[in-house]
């Protein structure tokens, strides 16, 4: 069988996460920000859901996480409320608390059961919820709730974002029209494993909820968690994928003709979300692919990406506008990787700047040029193996600490 081309997939004009069908959203402002802007949505599914979900990596977990965690475990789910302004993390048993009032909120409000519902919250740690106004705030948003409300909610979960980010892709399974859809936010604390940034991603596929869960876990590690602003995870980071199955195609499993080309499009709707992150990135003014080749092994090309994609001497120079290769060398040498300085090539937008291990007769103007750009690529060659690795990245610029410097 030939696997399923990701061309049979189109993307929507102003799709989102209610783009699936069966699938509705509000996005209201409960009182959360200072300064009236919305602060708290719904993503709803008319019936109940497969859902398959990642969380941070961070052993310092805000409370919605550790609630969603466990209401993971409890079979089909309806929704997500997610507010934006307050983190909800390291607020103690009292945080944990009111996470769970959250799902009870939500559940008292459209019918159904608290552990059918998962909570995320982004924002400012340390803090506790104003729990009387998030209150009023999911009863207002339950009431609000609309197929055509999906940006609202985008709109309700930024925080430092500039801009909304939404995407959507529909194809065909067993000769349906099937979608996937969602939203994100984050725009620093951004790093693997994921960052400060939630996803909810909706489709209307059928599909059996072990083979979501691999192709979920899949998607992330090519999409999530590869991209880099700052180098810094977060506490409260979450993907959640929902699958309501009312395209009415039977259940996709591994062997499905059109299983192959499911999980691809959920791979690129997640990957453009997540380039969508970088981009909005805190004060950057460069977006940067790292693509490392020929290295030993797997592992120490990752190594290679992340070493170069967190270096603040590599990011800086990138923000003056200046090819200093030799940052780059530096960060191959201290990676942990297996790295032969002499086999070394580097190159900018495919322009040889380092040939075994040093400098090329490229003139330096031609590169200066290249990386003044607002986005380009750097390529790094081993010439050790077969290992191969890539990451999304940004510069550091004076505006990111204006920006980090206080809240």
Not at 102 to 130: F, N
Not at 319 to 329: E, K, L, Q, V, Y
Request: with cysteine; proline share 3%; charged share 25%.
């Amino acid at each position: 069988m030939k696997a399923a081309k990701l061309m049979e997939a189109k993307t929507l004009k102003g799709g989102g996460v209610t783009s699936a069908a069966g699938f509705q959203a509000a996005g209201v402002s409960c009182g959360i920000k200072p300064r009236g802007e919305k602060d708290l949505a719904l993503v709803v599914s008319d019936v109940p859901t497969d859902t398959a979900a990642t969380f941070t990596t961070n052993l310092v977990k805000a409370a919605p996480v550790k609630v969603s965690m466990r209401h993971m475990r409890n079979g089909k789910l309806r929704g997500v409320v997610i507010n934006s302004g307050c983190a909800n993390a390291c607020t103690g048993v009292g945080g944990i608390a009111d996470a769970k009032a959250m799902t009870e909120y939500c559940a008292k409000a459209l019918d159904s059961k608290p552990h059918e519902w998962l909570v995320c919250s982004t924002g400012r740690i340390g803090r506790r919820l104003p729990m009387p106004k998030v209150k009023k705030g999911i009863q207002k948003a339950a009431s609000k709730l609309n197929p055509k409300n999906g940006s609202e909610a985008a709109k309700a979960i930024m925080t430092s974002d500039t801009r909304r980010k939404e995407f959507a892709m529909r194809f065909k399974v067993d000769g349906r029209k099937v979608t996937i859809g969602g939203m994100a936010k984050g725009s620093g604390m951004i790093h693997p494993n994921m960052a400060t940034m939630l996803c909810v991603i909706t489709t209307d596929a059928a599909i059996d909820k072990t083979a979501l869960r691999h192709c979920v876990e899949d998607a992330v590690e090519h999409s999530f968690n590869r991209i880099s602003v700052d180098g810094d995870c977060s506490t409260n980071d979450t993907v959640i994928v929902m699958a309501n199955g009312v395209s009415g195609t039977n259940v996709l499993k591994s062997y499905h003709p059109q299983f192959t080309l499911f999980k691809k499009t959920l791979t690129h709707v997640m990957r453009k979300l997540a380039r969508m992150m970088v981009e909005d990135g805190e004060g950057i003014t460069r977006v940067v692919d790292v693509a490392v080749k020929g290295a030993a092994s797997a592992k120490d090309a990752k190594l290679v990406a992340l070493a170069v994609a967190k270096s603040e001497l590599v990011k800086t120079s990138w923000t003056g506008g200046d090819p200093n290769w030799g940052r780059i060398m530096c960060a191959l040498g201290y990676s942990g990787a297996r790295v032969r300085e002499e086999m070394v090539e580097i190159f900018y937008d495919g322009l040889v700047a380092v040939v075994n291990g040093q400098p090329s007769k490229t003139p330096i103007a031609r590169l200066r040029k290249l990386v003044r750009k607002p986005k380009f690529t750097i390529t790094i060659h081993l010439h050790a193996g077969i290992g191969e690795y890539s990451i999304l990245t940004t510069d550091l610029t004076e505006e990111y600490v204006r920006i980090n410097k206080g809240e």
